[in-house]
């Protein structure tokens, strides 16, 4: 996990930045510590034609069908001075409360695209939940691929391609998942055990075998 | 010990040709001039003489009358009586002597030896033919079993077996053996042997070759479809320089088309007819039947393809439906707060889009942010 502001790694549970002392506090000083209503697709920069809206809404719907447990968000600003895209996506997904989404679906499951039009940057931030499953560097592919759509100002294509290609990942991520979920089961359903796996790997340590074996 | 080599190292030296020369310059002198004078006068007796100046010749260079070097320049003049001998040139003798030519009588094959090529063996099974005819021994026995093991080769895995019939370059046939008429007379050989290709093959000439369909799949395969099986196995063989090998380039590119025959006979639903057993006599298939043939050909391989086309359709959007419908479901994590948010903290990448010529990965923004912050 990184810090939003000085992107350094930071370690779980650190409750402000080792290396920046940041905290939302921070950010709450600069946009609110109040919840902000909003929609899946705020277009705040008015960006996006009617059409559009529609077709990207109907994305954003199906992305919701295929991942009962998450949604994907979209926000278009045009911030004057801010610089920390970032910061911003950190602080709209603890905020933000999604109008059009169910409440079995917490911002821990979110993943939010940030793009500041005037500023020309893009950003990803996503909630807890899926720490594990969406990386840094699987968001930097999907803002790659949608790169020449963002640089001609084709808003909608370029969403489109992020979203397809977060759900390439995920999908891909959650098939894994399931997979390893199975073979710990059935693991665990041979030796009869549940911590056999762990008892697995501690034997098959060189040490922890020739203890075993002694 | 030393003394008495270096004496004999001397003695050596005195006598050789440099110490020749070093021990007598005088001799040496002499011999040189007289064999310098020797050379000159055989050379002078070979070179036309050169010509000598006169003094008037001299005045005339000196006035610019005459230029030196003017005649190099010049017109040649040519001598319109000489001649010249052609240069005798030492041939080697022919090693091999030239083929005889044969008279026109002597290559026409005579009624016995074509016989011989539709007599069926006696080791020959009943209903079965052999599929090389050789008996002119024109291959070696090497050479006929590999062309015969291809040939069973063929017929064990096509339902179009190739009768190969092996003739030599020239050779001509009788009228009466024409290969259009070869099923038509020797009908018998092929009765219970199905469909058969026969094919005359001239070892050296295999533009030359002649083909024949037996009639149940002349009935579905038409005519130029034959000839163009002909034509590429012909192109084939071409390629090969040596005799043996363009039969076996011939005979690969015959079976490869023969294959895609058979699909078009499978395609056409007659190989139940093929398989039974036809009357060799119905050798001239009506054009009423041919067309009906083609047109059920054509009716059937369109229905495949429309029924493979809306089936593939069918595949695509019922894959796409399944995809759309799928559901992805993720493990529940440990809940670790991190700078005390409630939701979120997995903070992604961010890309700006300003030049057009960087890639993203140059345009990746992964600095600190903190001069925004330090005023609030």
Redesign the interface.
């Known amino acids: 996990m990184k810090c939003p502001r000085c992107v350094q790694r930071v370690h779980s549970r650190a409750r402000e930045c080792p290396h920046c002392a940041f905290s939302i506090t921070d950010v709450d000083r600069v946009f609110g510590q109040d919840d902000v209503r909003l929609r899946t697709l705020t277009d705040a920069a008015g960006v996006l034609r009617r059409k559009e809206r529609i077709a990207l809404r109907g994305r954003l719907d199906q992305f919701q069908q295929n991942f009962p447990q998450l949604f994907f968000g979209i926000y278009f600003g045009s911030f004057k001075e801010t610089p920390s895209l970032r910061q911003f996506g950190f602080w709209l997904l603890n905020r933000g409360a999604f109008e059009d989404v169910d409440v079995s679906r917490p911002n821990e499951g979110g993943i939010l695209l940030s793009v500041d039009v005037g500023g020309k940057s893009a950003g990803i931030t996503s909630g807890y939940a899926l720490g594990p499953f969406l990386s840094e560097d699987a968001t930097f592919g999907a803002l790659s691929g949608a790169h020449p759509y963002f640089l001609e100002g084709q808003w909608l294509r370029a969403s489109e391609s992020v979203l397809s290609r977060v759900t390439k990942v995920l999908a891909k991520q959650s098939r894994r998942a399931e997979r390893e979920a199975n073979e710990l089961r059935s693991h665990r359903e041979n030796t009869g055990s549940s911590d056999g796996g762990l008892r697995g790997l501690r034997e098959r340590h060189k040490g922890g075998r020739k203890k075993s074996e002694a | 010990m030393r003394l008495g080599f270096c004496l004999c190292l001397f003695a050596l030296v005195v006598q050789s040709p440099l110490g020749a020369q070093s021990a007598g310059p005088s001799d040496g002198a002499k011999t040189d001039s007289g064999q310098a004078e020797v050379s000159r006068e055989k050379l002078s007796s070979r070179l036309p003489e050169l010509p000598v100046w006169s003094p008037s010749d001299y005045e005339g260079v000196k006035k610019g009358e005459i230029v030196a070097g003017e005649n190099f320049f010049g017109q040649v003049t040519v001598d319109p009586e000489a001649t010249i001998e052609p240069p005798v040139v030492d041939l080697p003798e022919d090693v091999e002597p030239l083929p005889e030519q044969l008279d026109e009588n002597e290559l026409v094959l005579s009624s016995e030896q074509m016989a011989a090529y539709f007599r069926s063996a006696p080791e020959e099974p009943p209903g079965e033919v052999a599929l090389l005819k050789d008996p002119q021994d024109l291959l070696s026995q090497q050479e006929f079993r590999d062309c015969a093991s291809f040939l069973s080769y063929h017929s064990n895995e096509s339902e179009i077996d190739i009768v190969l019939y092996l003739f030599d370059e020239r050779q001509e046939l009788p009228e009466e053996y024409n290969i259009d008429k070869v099923h038509q007379v020797y009908g018998e050989l092929f009765k219970d042997s199905g469909p058969v290709v026969s094919v005359y093959f001239h070892l050296g000439a295999p533009n030359r070759a002649q083909l024949m369909m037996s009639p149940e799949i002349r009935a579905v395969i038409p005519q130029d479809e034959q000839e163009r099986a002909l034509r590429a196995s012909i192109v084939e063989a071409f390629e090969k320089t040596d005799e043996a090998l363009q039969l076996d380039s011939f005979l690969g590119e015959l079976s490869t088309r023969l294959y895609w025959i058979e699909r078009e006979l499978e395609i056409a639903g007659l190989q139940e007819k093929i398989a039974g057993a036809q009357p060799v006599e119905n050798f001239d298939v009506p054009e009423s039947s041919r067309e009906a043939g083609s047109f059920w050909i054509a009716a059937r391989a369109g229905l495949v393809l429309l029924v493979g086309l809306g089936g593939l359709i069918v595949g695509v959007f019922a894959w796409r439906w399944s995809l759309?419908?799928?559901?992805?479901?993720?493990?529940?994590?440990d809940?670790?707060?991190?700078?005390?948010?409630?939701?979120?903290?997995?903070?992604?990448?961010?890309?700006?889009?300003?030049d057009?010529h960087l890639p993203?990965?140059r345009?990746?923004?992964?600095?600190?942010?903190?001069e925004?912050?330090s005023d609030?």
């Open positions: 759309r419908q799928r559901k992805y479901y993720f493990p529940e994590v809940d670790e707060r991190v700078f005390g948010a409630p939701h979120a903290a997995g903070a992604g990448a961010v890309v700006t889009f300003v057009p993203p990965s345009q990746r923004h992964q600095e600190a942010e903190l925004r912050w609030l």
